[in-house]
Structures are given as C-alpha cells and as structure tokens.
C-alpha cells in the first residue's frame, strides 16, 4: 500500500460508474453511504462527475481471481478487479477507509465522507477464510447469521461453515424425515430450562433466504451432518439405525448435561456401520442437503466416534471378521468411504474432520480434511495427499478462553490454555510444511463450539476481536504480518465494532471487582461492588466469583442485583467458590443467575452477596459480572478506557 498526500471527498454529486462491473457486486457499499449521507450515489455507466469507478479487468496484475487494485486521487476512486467477487473486496475496504460512524446509517455523516489519497494492490493469501458457527449445541436464529455473514463480508471472509446437526438437536429441515425436526429433536428438554430461543430449525426456505444472503457477499454456506457419531436426534427418531439398544432420554438436551446422563460427552450410541438401513438414510439426507446447499463441499463430521461402542457388539465384530478388518480404525474407514461416495456422487466434495485419517490409507483422496486435532493435523493431512483447512483446536477453537480463566467471560475452560488473540494472529497453515504440502492448504477457519458461550453476547465476546486476526491469517501474506501493528490498527475496529453493536473482548473480561481478606470474615458478611456501568439495557444477568489464590475457598449466598437500593433479582443458592474450571458445571456453581426487566438508565446498580471464608479469611478473589441484552445486536457495553 502507497499512502499519498491529501483526500478524496464522497460528496452530493458523488456518482458511482461501472465498467464491466455488476451493480450487485456494489450495492451494499453503495447502499451503506446513501444511509450515512443521505446522498444519491447513482450508479451510473458514465459520469463527467466525481466518482467512484468500479471496472472489471481481465488482464489485471493481482495474483488470483479475488485480487484487486485501489486508487483513490483528489477526483475520483478506481477499483479494478478481474471477478465480480474483486470488486466486491475492493467496495469492502472502501467501507473499512470509511469512518466507523458509517456503519450507523441515520445520515449521521451528512456532511460527506472522506477518504485518503493511496494506492492498493491487494490479494488473498487462502481461498478458503472461514468461520464455523455451531447451531446444534445452541440454536441461533436467521437474524444472528444474517449479522455474522455482514461482519465475515467486511473482513472479507467468505465461507460460513453451519454444524447443522449434533447429539444436542437437528437443526435442518429434512423433507423425507420431518420426524428430525420433531419436538424432541430440536427443543431442549423443559427439565433443564433453557430459553426458548436456544432451540429450533431451520425451514429449507430459511436456509435459501440464509444462502441468497450470503451469496449477496460471496460468502458460501458450506452445511455439516455429523455422522456416525455425534448423531442423538437420529437414534431417538430411528433407533433401528443404532449400534446398541441404549435410547435413553427420550429427548435433547444442553451439551453440559451429558455427563449426568451418559457419564461423557459423547454419543453412547453411534450408527451402526454394518447396517445397509443406516446407508439408505443417510443418502436419502444427503441427497436433499446437495439439491439445497449450492456449495462446493459437504461435510459429514465423523469425529468422536466411541469405538468401544463397535467393538463391544458381537455383530459388528462379525461384520469385520467377514471384511477382514483387523483393527476398528478400518470399519470408520469403510463407513466413511461409503458416505464420502454419496456425496461425490451428488457432485460435491465430501469434507470430514481429520479423525477419519485414523485409517488414511484406506480414506478416498476425493475427501478433504479438516484438520482440528493440533496443526499437526494439517500436516498429517497434506502429507497424505488430502486437502485440508486448517482449523486446529489450539488457537483456532473461540470457545477456549482468550486471555484469563477467571475473569468470568463464558468460555470452556476444560481446555486448560489460553486462546490469545497474539497467538491466533501468529499461527501460520503452513508451519513446517513442505512446499508440495503446502500445495493441499485450502485455507483457515475459526469454530465457535457453543456449550458455555450461548448468550449471543458470550459468542461475540469470544468471538472478536479475534476473528479479526483470522480474517487477516487468510488474506495478508506472511511477509506482510506485524502483529504490533495489527493491535496498533485493532483500536479503529473496536469503534466499527461499537457503531455494528457487536461486543468484543476487553481487559479484565467481565470482573468488576475482587474480594480479599479484609472482606472475609468465618461468619457471613454483606460485601457489594457497583455494576452500574455493566448495566446498560434489559436483559439476562449473572454474577461469577472465581477464587484466585489464599488457603481458604469462599462460601456464597443470597447474590442480589439492587436498583437505587432496591432489590430487582436475586438468587439465594449457596456455593463454593474454589478451584473448579470446566464442564460439567457443580450442581451448586458458583454462578448466579439475575435479571434486568426495567432498565433505568439513570439508575445506580449494585452488586450484593452474603460471603465467608470457608476455612479462614485467608482468600482472594475475583467477582464477576455480565449483562447478555434480550435483544442482541441492539445495545453494547460501553468500552473501558
């Protein structure tokens, strides 16, 4: 990038010409400065006025089909590119150069925008930049993927992996089976009191309204039905298609409840891989998912198969004598196999994750690999001729904490390291890769796994500003890194993030306070902490206290939220805060659940709760606490200077 001298000025007779170039590739930019200035911005075939020109160019110097040139002068912008998908890239840094304020619409810059004078040569590094959102631990509704593919096109991300299907519900509509998207395969059940709004399916109209969206802004939908494993809602609807009788409960439910009704996380029982039933099924399925999802790969999941689960039943242990398979490895690989050939068959690319390499020798080359069990996984995958997409657990899984474990932002912290958004920004797919290896790197993605961080708010501030860095990861080349200079440009994010209503992470995560032995006494004492600055719309709320350090635990009760003084919720369990990270919760957290019905915005909040030590008053800690909006996307907490 050249940085010149002086400015551009969008102004009132401010005209946008295309020269080969498709309206619909600048709409959305063109649209987004007509709400912030209130100006007509035609989109013209020729002006002699001030313009913005968008112009296809075959012969164009950029290194792939999403490359694009910009140069902005005193007169006029010229974008260049040699597809419609150039273009759109190049209208999106445009809309990055654009004050933050842009995004607020209102013409709240009536008076024009201003852009610098430079010149840009820009290009992808990987052709696949992914986020994955899964909707089956917790459903989120068209609304929340609309926004996230408006924020993956601004950041020039362009594939949006949905884990449709998994032991906590079926989330897509299936015309041949609508048992799938019954009651008790898509809403959790009312024992465990969820919010109606983490249960659901899409409608297949739904999900061609979701990939219009997204072809909007050439971002892909690329769906997952996770078999044989990982698949509840298939066995509670067809338990004839199950390795073993275990049917047990009769419904879903939230993931961190497992453990209470099957002793783990995962599937206690798996699709049988000898059963022809199981094979017409799932074509039956997939031939529906390939006629509605026009992208190019399928992925069927296949990791976190039990194998003892096979291994234990007398039929399987025939089946593999009888195809000769030593090891059980080998009939995942026969499963696999069979499944990727009703995908291929349909036209599309199977894509699994990178447990079905257990057997690689005996996996089709047409499967691609995506490669989460370390960045070793990546290697292991291209080693053997499979092309993969880097997403390895470390540091690209968002539900793993970012930067401490007791801060109380909702993250798994079963995992026992920290995703630092300087250790996303340093991984690079290609590490230790040889040159013809890293000829079978399709990209890089993200995945946000919501068992802990269901609040949309919770996903959000696992999710940013780290996404950002995986948007950077899969475009800018590795010469052209910086990370003190990627922190440096965060800060003009983080106000684009406030005018998109999206909140991020910030120092110190959701503490507001701490306790510590001159508050701690053997007996219950009332201690409070102001939150009124964490209180900022009507919404759900909850407090944490997370034990730090000292030799005794502490003892909590009655946790009360108070407006003005007066108590507006309150949660009176007792709990024991000490040591305990991860899932699944104790019965009795040390998380308390309150609520702000009737918000008051002048208004002080404060936080209150009964505590002791549990041994002495020897203790230290952290108290935490967060609000999560009924509405997302409308209100956000204000930043921390």
């Known amino acids: 990038m050249e940085v010149k001298n002086g400015d551009y000025r969008i102004g009132k007779e401010t005209t946008i010409v295309l020269k080969g170039a498709n309206e619909r590739d600048v709409s959305l930019f063109a649209e987004l400065v007509r709400n912030a200035t209130g100006y007509a911005l035609p989109i013209k075939k020729k002006s002699k006025q001030s313009k913005i020109r968008f112009e296809i160019d075959e012969e164009l110097d950029v290194d792939n089909e999403e490359g694009y040139t910009l140069d902005i002068t005193a007169t006029e912008v010229v974008v260049k590119a040699k597809t419609g998908r150039g273009i759109f890239y190049g209208s999106q840094t445009l809309r990055q150069l654009c004050v933050p304020a842009v995004e607020a619409g209102e013409q709240s810059l009536a008076e024009g925008i201003v852009l610098p004078q430079l010149a840009i040569r820009d290009f992808p ?357 910086n990370v003190a200079d990627f922190l440096r440009r965060l800060d003009a994010h983080y106000a684009r993030l406030d005018e998109l209503k999206i909140d991020y992470y910030q120092p110190g995560g959701y503490i507001v306070g701490q306790w510590d032995p001159s508050q701690v006494d053997p007996q219950y004492r009332t201690a409070t902490w102001d939150v009124t600055d964490r209180v900022y719309a009507n919404g759900a709320a909850q407090a944490g206290f997370f034990y730090t350090k000292g030799k005794s635990y502490l003892k909590v009760k009655n946790v009360k939220l108070l407006e003005n003084g007066q108590v507006i919720a309150e949660d009176t369990h007792e709990a024991l805060a000490d040591k305990f990270r991860g899932i699944p919760f104790k019965k009795d957290m040390f998380f308390y659940s309150l609520a702000v019905n009737h918000f008051n915005a002048g208004a002080t909040y404060t936080l209150q709760a009964d505590i002791a030590g549990d041994s002495s008053n020897e203790s230290w800690g952290n108290v935490t606490f967060n609000l999560s909006p009924y509405k997302p996307f409308r209100f956000t907490e204000k930043p921390r200077n």
């Not at 991300?157 to 395969?185: A, C, F, V």
């Not at 296949?302 to 689960?309: A, N, S, T």
Request: contains cysteine; glycine residues 6%.
């Open 125 to 481: 590094r990987f052709s696949w930049r992914g986020y994955m959102q899964d909707v089956s631990r917790t459903f989120y509704d068209v609304e929340f993927l609309k926004k996230y593919m408006d924020v993956l096109a601004l950041y020039k991300m362009n594939t949006l992996h949905l884990h449709l299907t998994d032991d906590q519900g079926w989330r897509l509509e299936i015309k041949k089976y609508p048992e799938l998207t019954s009651p008790k395969t898509t809403v959790f059940a009312a024992i465990h009191q969820q919010p109606a709004t983490r249960s659901g399916y899409y409608t297949q109209a739904q999900i061609k309204e979701l990939i219009a969206y997204g072809a909007e802004r050439h971002i892909t939908i690329v769906p997952e039905i996770d078999v044989p494993g990982h698949c509840w809602p298939i066995i509670l609807t067809h338990p004839e298609l199950g390795t073993n009788k275990v049917a047990a409960p009769d419904y879903v439910f939230p993931f961190r409840a497992s453990w209470g009704y099957w002793g783990f996380q995962f599937t206690p029982n798996p699709l049988d891989p000898t059963n022809e039933k199981v094979y017409d099924f799932l074509d039956n399925i997939f031939a529906e998912v390939a006629q509605l999802f026009p992208s190019k790969y399928i992925h069927f999941g296949g990791d976190e198969v039990v194998h003892r689960l096979w291994e234990e039943e007398p039929h399987v242990q025939a089946f593999m004598r009888e195809k000769g398979m030593a090891k059980v490895e080998e009939l995942q690989s026969y499963f696999v196999t069979r499944v990727s050939n009703m995908i291929h068959k349909r036209g599309k690319q199977p894509i699994g994750w990178n447990d079905i390499l257990a057997d690689a020798s005996q996996l089709p080359k047409s499967t691609a690999i995506m490669s989460w069990l370390g960045a070793e996984a990546v290697k292991q995958a291209a080693k053997n001729g499979f092309h993969a997409v880097a997403t390895p657990a470390y540091p690209l899984y968002f539900d793993i904490t970012q930067r401490d474990r007791h801060d109380g932002t909702m993250a798994d912290l079963n995992y026992g390291g920290a995703n630092t958004i300087e250790n996303v920004y340093a991984y690079d797919p290609h590490a230790d890769l040889t040159q013809e290896e890293k000829k079978f790197v399709l990209g890089i993605q993200a995945n946000m796994w919501p068992a802990v961080p269901q609040e949309v708010k919770d996903v959000n501030v696992q999710n940013f500003p780290r996404l950002l860095a995986v948007a950077e990861i899969g475009w800018t080349s590795v010469e052209n890194k």
